[in-house]
């Protein structure tokens, strides 16, 4: 089994920061994709940013230029620096890792962490 464990979430004001953070855990051989998804309330979750093993990133376009994902392979780690923040970022945050669990099968699984509220308000 695999975990992942996300710490880092809070409350900010407007034009703050907030780092998150994501450590997995348990059975794995390898991490392919690694990212971060948002859920508001009332709304669908959306990607914010993705990286791969290779260090490629993508994000939404409501938070380039102000978020940075980043991961550490040999920790199995992935962080989000969430910098000049908005009310609208306001949300659930989620980390997601496809994990390759066995070197003997090329299987590869999705895993989600337990979710970090950010809120964003005065």
């Known amino acids: 089994q695999v975990q992942l464990v996300e710490s880092g979430g809070g409350l900010v004001q407007p034009g703050g920061s907030l780092r998150l953070s994501c450590a997995a855990s348990?059975?794995?051989?390898?991490?392919?994709?690694m990212g971060w998804y948002r859920q508001a309330p009332g709304k669908e979750r959306e990607l914010v940013a993705g990286?791969?093993?290779?260090?490629?990133?993508n994000y939404v376009d409501s938070v380039k230029g102000r978020f940075t994902i980043s991961r550490d392979n040999a920790k199995n780690t992935v962080n989000l620096q969430m910098n000049s923040l908005k009310p609208e970022d306001t949300a659930v945050y989620y980390c997601?890792?496809?994990?390759?669990?066995?070197?003997?099968?090329?299987?590869?699984?999705?895993?989600w962490g337990q979710g970090t509220q950010v809120t964003v308000s005065s």
């Open positions: 997601n890792a496809d994990v390759r669990p066995f070197i003997s099968s090329a299987a590869v699984y999705a895993y």
């Open positions: 348990g059975r794995i051989f390898s991490i392919n994709a």
């Open positions: 990286i791969t093993s290779g260090g490629r990133t």
